[in-house]
């Protein structure tokens, strides 16, 4: 491999930014570029390592990759004699090979900080979209009951974002707003690939033609104005406190919503039993109970099985 390729592995860029805030959508445009391969959703080469940077243990490691829900569809070749920095390394120098592309990235949502220990020079595309309506997608896909858990996703995101700063120079990272590339792909597409290196190239913006997603629609922009309720946006805005304007977005304007401890874990115990309810309508109710046994009572084999289950049809269902 050149030297090239090999300081593109080094220096890899990662899109991050909260669940439901439009990152596969802008991965799919990257991918789209003739000299960028762009990974889905990269969370298994964080997640289960800790904070400072300590591997997992690989065993545990290896027998978590063959249930996970994403890394089957990388199709990644798994090295069990590279130590764990070197097998993440080995997984982007695949994607990259496979592609024989230029540049390389990939998508991470949470965790994001982490991987700092693997790639110290890494470079960060953040993702931005407006909180509320990221809290409403999250409680479409089922991942919380209401608005005041599902903005959880957004919050956490940003203030690792915020932690993250002080550590990079302003050369190592680029801000994109949702709304704004909604509004005008090739401009904010062309400041993302002047980032990495790279021209803009208009077939990016054919995506539409070898995926599921739509060509971008600037009508689908601040869709909590029409599809959540007063008090919902009221809750979204009073989780976010100030990460609200700072970030860009305006207030609505609704008379601040004060939210007591009682209330708190009202909602929060509202939002597991309705998620629950979610859950047992899509997998069925044996199908999430056998796996809960499993895990419980460690049957590996009957846990990873019914786990592999659940995984197909959650399949059916993520765009």
Known sequence: MTSDLENALRIPTFLVGSERSGTTLL????????????????????????????????DAYFRFLETDFIFPGAKFAVDSALP?????????????????????GATVHHHFHRLLHLWPQARFIHLLRDPRDVASSVIGMGWAGNVWVGANRWVEAEMIWESMLPQLTED??????????????????????????????AVMLDYHLHSTYSP????????????????????????????LMDRGYEHSGLPKREVSPAEVERLEEESQRLARRFLIKRYGLPLLLGAKIARTLRLTGLADHLQMKMNIITEKYIK
């Open 27 to 58: 991965r799919l445009m990257l991918d789209h570029h003739p000299q960028i391969s762009f990974n889905p959703e990269f969370e298994y080469s964080v997640s289960q390592m800790a904070d400072d940077g300590t591997p997992p243990d690989m």
């Open 84 to 104: 764990y920095g070197e097998l993440m390394h080995d997984f982007l120098r695949q994607k990259l090979s496979r592609d024989g592309k230029q540049f390389i």
């Open 172 to 201: 190592r990272f680029i801000e994109v707003v949702y709304e704004d590339l909604i509004r005008d792909p090739p401009l904010h597409l062309a400041r993302i690939c002047d980032f990495m290196g790279t021209k803009y190239d």
């Open 216 to 243: 971008a629609d600037p009508k689908l922009v601040f869709q909590w104005r029409k599809k959540l309720a007063k008090e919902d946006i009221a809750l979204v805005e009073t989780k976010c406190g100030g990460l």
